[in-house]
């Protein structure tokens, strides 16, 4: 009986996954392909992957199978796209017996280089630009799919993505009341057509509301400041800002609150207020850090740990919280996983698509663009699972960017029937001109203070707890003079934009030490009460 017992265990292991395979094989050869590289997940992949198969085949009469790339996170993926259109040109050009130099390898995708009205006015490093721009080199990828917009803005300007020629093709799809250019101060498509919102996003927080109860924590967490509460001391989950764009964004919308507190108050001259709201922000994000039981690479990884008790409570995108939520939830039960995005604490905007330079299927990629920002490819982002036209497997949980789907025709359809994102955006406007130029820059003080010195972080902080916070190491702790706003503009922004890199180096060591020293100062005067 034994044997028999073991051989049925058996028998179920390598049988299980053959049962429980698709009925459909997403991978079997098609008639035509098409590549995206995307930091979606997986249940946004699978229902794409089948609703355009059956869109393009009724339009074509013909199959065809979407080769996902998944390198990583947003910045992961910013980083291959650099590598591989910098390696693809560099053959194109010395292809064409030109010299690969330094000047051009620098010129040919800084979108800072001014070119000449005529070519033969060029210098050698404008030419490398003038070159990359007119070409059709390529990478053997199609689109770029999910990720902020600030990335994709980035990418445009490079050169990397190009006019998908949607913006003149359906222009009634790009008017106020369907995909508005601007919302709360957030761009939602580029004016050029290089990339467009796919979806809306926003950023809060997630908690495990078991974890609440047994921290003895009566108070539900309702804004950024609780992620500072010293009671989640080692409990809190956050992702690393220069691994996940997404935590990038997440990180200025503090900065961007405390900013706008400061100038509401008008007790400072505009500068002035700023600069204190810069450094409020800071010290914000500092005691959140110090209360961080880790910093992931991944941010979805954030909620899943907060549902399953590794942590209390976490930053979050509100879709990877919202589908965790559902996902963890028992039948007839409310969800041990809560979402919300904090009151006038985050702007709303968009994880664009965008059509990369040389695409090798350019028209299944125009196509596949069409069909995500069509009415029916934007029920799938919120619509629930078996709902007309929504998906069939997995509920996204994600907030459609088209007006139409907020209609009083589609609640009944939509997964959050309740969540109008437009209606929220009136609460918070986003001031690029305040940040927008330090977004770079905000994740390497991120970095600098919190990563890399989080040992004694943590160390400082929780001396300063068992001591009752006493003022003097308190204020040591929280000095943000060596990373204030002029600074910041000033000097550790230019470092960042340069091609040095042995200087970036230093002024990581630089300030990191200069973290780690004052965390040390700020526990000793802890322990000696002061």
Request: glycine share 8%; aromatic share 12%.
């Amino acid at each position: 009986m034994k044997a028999l017992a073991v051989f049925a265990a058996l028998a179920l292991v390598i049988g299980l996954p053959f049962l429980l395979r698709p009925k459909e094989n997403l991978l079997a050869k098609a008639d035509d392909s098409l590549v995206i590289i995307t930091p979606h997940n997986e249940a946004i992949r699978y229902e794409f992957s089948r609703a355009f198969g059956r869109f393009y085949e009724a339009r074509t009469g013909r199959s065809i199978r979407i080769d996902w790339r998944m390198p990583g996170g947003t910045s992961e993926i910013a980083r291959y796209l650099q590598s591989g259109y910098f390696a693809s040109f560099a053959y194109y050009w010395k292809s064409q017996g030109k010299e690969w130099t330094p000047e051009v390898q620098a010129a040919f995708d800084d979108s800072r280089m001014k070119l000449p009205a005529y070519a033969h006015e060029d210098t050698q490093a404008q030419a490398a630009r003038r070159a990359f721009l007119d070409s059709n080199v390529g990478m053997g990828i199609d689109l770029f799919f999910g990720g902020g917009a600030y990335d994709f803005r980035i990418q445009a300007e490079a050169g990397r993505l190009v006019d998908s020629g949607l913006l003149q093709a359906q222009p009634d799809w790009f008017r106020p009341d369907s995909i508005p250019q601007l919302v709360s101060g957030e761009p939602f498509y580029d004016p050029e057509g290089r990339w467009i919102g796919a979806v809306i996003s926003s950023f809060g927080i997630c908690y495990n509301s078991d974890a609440l109860v047994r921290l003895g924590m009566r108070e539900i967490p309702a804004a950024w400041a609780d992620l500072a509460d010293p009671r989640f001391f080692r409990e809190v989950a956050l992702a690393d800002p220069t691994k996940s764009g997404s935590a990038a964004k997440a990180f200025e919308m503090i900065i961007q609150e405390q900013m706008q507190k400061r100038v509401g108050q008008g007790s400072e001259a505009g500068d002035e207020a700023l600069s204190a709201g810069w450094e409020d922000g800071l010290r914000l994000i500092q005691r959140a850090s110090a209360n961080a039981r880790y910093f992931t690479d991944a941010a979805s990884r954030v909620p899943v740990d907060v549902s399953q008790g590794d942590a209390s409570i976490g930053m979050s995108i509100d879709f990877y919280g919202r589908f965790q939520s559902e996902a963890v939830q028992l039948q007839d039960q409310a969800s041990r996983l809560q979402y919300f995005t904090p009151q006038g604490g985050s702007s709303i905007g968009v994880d664009p698509i965008g059509l990369l330079r040389g695409a090798p299927h350019p028209e299944a990629a125009r196509m596949f663009m069409e069909f995500v920002l069509s009415i029916e490819g934007q029920k799938l982002w919120n619509f629930k699972v078996g709902a007309p036209g929504g998906p069939e497997r997995y509920a996204l949980r994600r907030l459609p960017v088209r007006k139409e789907l907020y209609a009083p025709e589609f609640q009944q359809f939509r997964s959050d029937p309740t969540v109008n994102p437009y209606e929220e955006a009136k609460s918070f406007v986003y001031h690029p001109e305040w940040t927008g130029s330090l977004f770079r820059t905000l994740s390497f003080i991120v970095r600098v203070m919190s990563l890399d010195s989080h040992d004694e972080q943590t160390a400082a902080w929780q001396a300063l707890i068992e001591a009752g916070f006493p003022p003097e190491a308190t204020a040591r702790f929280g000095d943000m003079s060596h990373v204030s706003y002029e600074i910041a503009k000033q000097q550790i922004r230019p470092v960042l934009s340069s091609a040095d890199r042995l200087e970036q180096v230093r002024l990581a060591r630089e300030l990191g030490n200069q973290f780690r020293r004052q965390y040390q100062e700020a526990a000793q005067l802890a322990r000696e009460g002061k």
